[in-house]
């Protein structure tokens, strides 16, 4: 079962790429499946940080893969973690 911040985050990814939410599963690959540039990461994280009301460090941000991982990572800074 999906999370509130899962479905809004996969929203976001969704809206930013012009696809519909359907289009983007838990697995996709950030840069093979959704051909996911440096740049649009970039302005998919400052709008999920603005939506969400945190900050990603440059660290958390490198090791990110996934559609997964970015939901992790934006959970875990939800909880202070």
């Given at each position: ?7 809004e985050i ?8 012009g696809?519909t939410p ?25 709008n ?5 009301n945190?900050t ?7 090791h ?18």
């Open positions: 079962m999906s999370s509130e911040i899962e479905v996969i929203k976001t990814i969704a809206e930013q790429l696809l359907d289009d983007v599963e838990r697995d996709s690959s950030l840069y093979e499946d959704l051909n996911l540039g440096q740049l649009e990461l970039n302005d998919l994280l400052s999920l940080s603005q939506k969400f945190v990603f460090e440059p660290d958390q941000i490198e990110l893969k996934k559609v997964e991982d970015l939901i992790v990572l934006v959970e875990d800074n939800l909880l202070g973690l």
